[in-house]
């Protein structure tokens, strides 16, 4: 299974779907991780399951999505009530607490991705603001017999961004 994943647009909305556009053919589904700053219907962020972030206002988007997939169970949060600014251990116990087998957030606006405990981690940085580095960043996850491979792109042209990349168990 293949999945594209995006976060913080802030404001964005041609962006967003040029970017589901450009990967729509290769894909089983779509994730925005919060801080889009569009109403659930908007036509923009209809492509997307997303998720509520520090900046959305309005209660018609969920604070956490659970996404249970023949890969295993996906966990989506915006980040901002699980201190990832910080640290990752409020996601840790929350992916525990469900069975997570990966974590999908934003906040921060850092890129990356890593593999704990049999539990994958991504980031998939912001196509608007980014965070640690210059390159506007959105992720593509593919999960298969328990192995999982991450790779991140530019926003704006759809480079591949390889140093981001992470591949493993799961």
């Given at each position: 299974?293949?999945?594209?994943?995006?976060?913080d647009s802030h404001g964005l909305t041609e962006e967003l779907l040029e970017i589901f556009n450009r990967h729509e053919q290769e894909i089983d589904d779509a994730f925005h991780c919060g801080d889009s700053q569009l109403a659930l219907v908007d036509e923009h962020l209809l492509p997307y399951h997303t998720v509520r972030g520090n900046c959305d206002f309005g209660g018609d988007l969920p604070l956490e999505r659970?996404?249970?997939t023949p890969e295993g169970t996906i966990l989506m949060v915006h980040g901002h009530?699980?201190?990832?600014k910080y640290d990752?251990?409020?996601l840790r116990y929350r992916a525990e607490e469900i069975g997570a087998s990966v974590v999908l957030f934003g906040h921060s606006h850092v890129a990356g991705a890593l593999i704990e405990d049999g539990v994958l981690?991504?980031?998939p940085g912001s196509i608007r603001m980014p965070r640690g580095r210059t390159d506007k960043t959105y992720a593509l996850l593919e999960l298969g017999d328990g192995a999982a491979?991450?790779?991140?792109y530019r926003s704006e042209d759809g480079s591949h961004v390889s140093d981001l990349d992470v591949e493993g168990r799961l």
């Open positions: 299974m293949r999945f594209l994943i995006v976060s659970i996404e249970n009530h699980h201190d990832v990752l251990n409020r981690y991504i980031n491979s991450v790779r991140f």
